[in-house]
């Protein structure tokens, strides 16, 4: 079957799109040099804005092929709840009330560890986070990961090693981490009714040996810095205001409730628009909240929905012309240049599959998931959090990419031999 042309012009956007998540310092450099439009110039360098602006871009170029009525409908037919989820999701638990349950449960595990008290908390943080997103959903555990680590770590000046490998581990973990149950990887989410893999199948099947790779790859990352990790001391809770038992038992409610909700957004969003009234009637007891920071992230997300549409007429092919082996090793790949969700949703359509290649996909969908900014749904929420702690207040691709090799290896042979 031959592609449209609005399918091939869709292709060629979302790998115009591709090319400028690696070029992003270009325009950076162009801001500082051209400074009469260097607005524009920081706009188009911030990464969340990538996807966004070129999903625009093709609405236009769907308007001027096809007419206004079927750009309009295909946007109709796009499922916008996983940006609007991740939005809400950011807000609530980037609060401090949530942040400070969740410091104060990671340096809880970190004393009971014979460890110095920065290397315990590391290891906690990299290791018992990314498994809880398997109840609390990935979005949530990569927000709390992200803030904690920013708090603790990313904000003393640790090295630029640490800090690319401690992004690499928490993007594979994160997306590993979550596969314990059917609800809280997106990845995951997008064939577990359609295959019937309940919480028990996903544990038994994919959660123990994920599990193990996380642990494996915190260990390796705070044993391999474990010299500069140990070196940095615990904080000064003195002059912290505690947050009543009260407020924080409120925003876990509020946190909870867009959890059980996430596939409604009537209910979560309008949960979020609850708790933005009561975060303003206390804020005494809140920090910022990073209204910002999930709103770019709900852009880039929104704008890989729009752009990913229009690319099942290569995908699918290729997902149905592998075997099993090559189908895990290819689904690894593919995500770090799609996103995982929409690569096992499109998997998800193909009919009268094996449990072999359904095993692959997944397993492969969510190894590959810390190997670029757009392959996991999460990944660009911690991306915002911890881009200002790097040089420029840029993450380079290529950085991450490397970071992300090792822990991804890790992740492919606990879902190969075990």
Do not use: C
Request: hydrophobic share 55%; no cysteine.
């Amino acid at each position: 079957m031959n592609p449209l042309p609005i399918e091939i012009a869709g292709a060629i956007l979302f790998a115009i799109a591709l090319l400028h998540t690696f070029s992003t310092r270009i325009f950076e450099h162009l801001a500082h040099t051209r400074p009469a439009h260097a607005g524009i110039w920081h706009l188009l360098g911030e990464v969340e804005v990538v996807f966004g602006f070129w999903a625009m871009i093709l609405i236009i170029v769907m308007m001027i092929m096809n007419g206004k009525e079927a750009a309009t409908t295909y946007l109709d037919q796009q499922s916008f709840t996983e940006p609007l989820f991740v939005f809400a999701i950011m807000v609530i638990a980037g609060s401090r009330p949530i942040l400070q349950i969740a410091m104060l449960s990671v340096e809880s595990i970190a004393r009971l560890m014979p460890w110095p008290d920065g290397k315990a908390f590391y290891f906690v943080t990299l290791s018992f986070v990314p498994l809880l997103g398997s109840f609390i959903t990935e979005p949530a555990a990569m927000t709390l990961a992200g803030l904690i680590l920013l708090h603790r770590y990313y904000s003393r000046n640790i090295s630029t090693p640490v800090k690319y490998a401690t992004l690499g581990v928490l993007f594979v973990n994160i997306s590993i981490g979550g596969t314990m149950t059917s609800f809280a990887a997106p990845p995951v989410l997008m064939v577990a009714a359609k295959w019937e893999w309940d919480t028990t199948f996903m544990l038994m099947t994919f959660g123990w040996k994920a599990a193990i790779a996380v642990i494996i790859n915190a260990f390796a990352v705070t044993l391999l810095f474990q010299r500069e990790l140990s070196d940095i001391k615990g904080e000064d809770h003195a002059n912290r205001e505690n947050v009543p038992g009260l407020v924080t038992a409120i925003h876990l409610g509020f946190l909870i409730g867009v959890v059980v909700f996430a596939h409604y957004p009537p209910v979560f969003m309008g949960l979020l628009l609850f708790f933005l009234g009561f975060a303003h009637a206390y804020e005494r007891y809140q920090d910022r909240l990073i209204l910002r920071e999930g709103l770019m992230v709900a852009f880039f997300l929104a704008g890989l929905v729009v752009l990913g549409g229009q690319q099942k007429w290569w995908l699918q092919p290729a997902l149905s012309g592998m075997d099993s082996t090559a189908l895990f090793f290819g689904a690894t790949l593919l995500t770090a240049v799609t996103d995982n969700a929409a690569l096992t949703y499109l998997g998800s359509l193909l009919e009268n599959t094996s449990g072999e290649f359904r095993y692959s996909l997944v397993a492969g969908a969510v190894t590959g998931g810390g190997l670029t900014v757009i392959a996991n749904a999460p990944n660009p929420a911690g991306f915002s959090i911890l881009k200002g702690s790097f040089q420029d207040q840029a993450i380079q691709p290529l950085g991450l990419l490397a970071a992300a090799l090792p822990p991804t290896v890790v992740a492919i042979l606990a879902f190969q031999l075990l």
